[in-house]
């Protein structure tokens, strides 16, 4: 049974949050609010979160997984990027969008596209992700909380307590955080090419 935690959505209550992060360090699957939706979400090492992820949302090896970071310093350290493409993510960041560049040593082959050794990254815009985060000091691996052959993510803690409470280890509930995905840009080939339009203005970037 998934432990529930009932987060302010404007000023996370400090224990509540130690005790979620507790949770991840210990090897915790989380369903946890963004800034543009619900994701799911574990430490990064955590080998056995990333495999249950792949099998609640059944996805393949192809799948980028998201590197969520706490800001640009920590983001930095996973991915490579030269001078043009920061400031281009600078710019955006935080914000709803997921920016999939070349993976550095840091990363994990697990999390990486088998053949282009990419890696999706991002920083919210969320102040209990942001909370979270903080605490945790390390990117949480995460993927968004779109169900096989739903349309739309689950946008209410209580549902998703009731429906995946099996499944995952815990619920960080802070009110509605909306059902529109990160918008989704690719710099691994040079240029920005939009792979998803979300709830990121996409025009900076095209």
Not at 7 to 15: F, G, K, S, T
Not at 139 to 145: A, D, E, I, K, R
Request: negative net charge.
């Amino acid at each position: 049974m998934a432990r529930y935690f009932d987060v302010h959505p404007q000023n996370p209550q400090p224990r509540i949050i130690s005790g979620v992060v507790e949770s991840i360090r210990d090897g915790a699957l989380v369903a946890y609010p963004t800034d543009s939706c619900y994701a799911l979400g574990c430490r990064l090492g955590n080998r056995e979160g990333v495999d249950r992820i792949r099998t609640i949302r059944k996805l393949d090896e192809r799948h980028h997984f998201t590197l969520v970071c706490r800001d640009f310093a920590q983001l930095g350290q996973f991915v490579q990027i030269d001078n043009d493409v920061f400031r281009a993510v600078k710019a955006a960041t935080p914000g709803s969008y997921t920016f999939i560049l070349p993976a550095t040593k840091e990363v994990p082959r697990q999390l990486q596209h088998p053949k282009k050794r990419t890696v999706g990254v991002r920083i919210p815009d969320h102040v209990v992700t942001q909370a979270l985060l903080a605490e945790l000091d390390t990117p949480l691996v995460s993927s968004t909380l779109l169900l096989p052959d739903e349309a739309e993510p689950m946008t209410q803690g209580w549902e998703i307590k009731e429906r995946l409470d099996h499944v995952v280890d815990a619920v960080v509930d802070s009110g509605d955080c909306g059902t529109e995905p990160t918008t989704v840009v690719d710099f691994s080939g040079g240029g920005a090419e939009i792979l998803r339009h979300g709830a990121g203005d996409a025009a900076r970037f095209e």
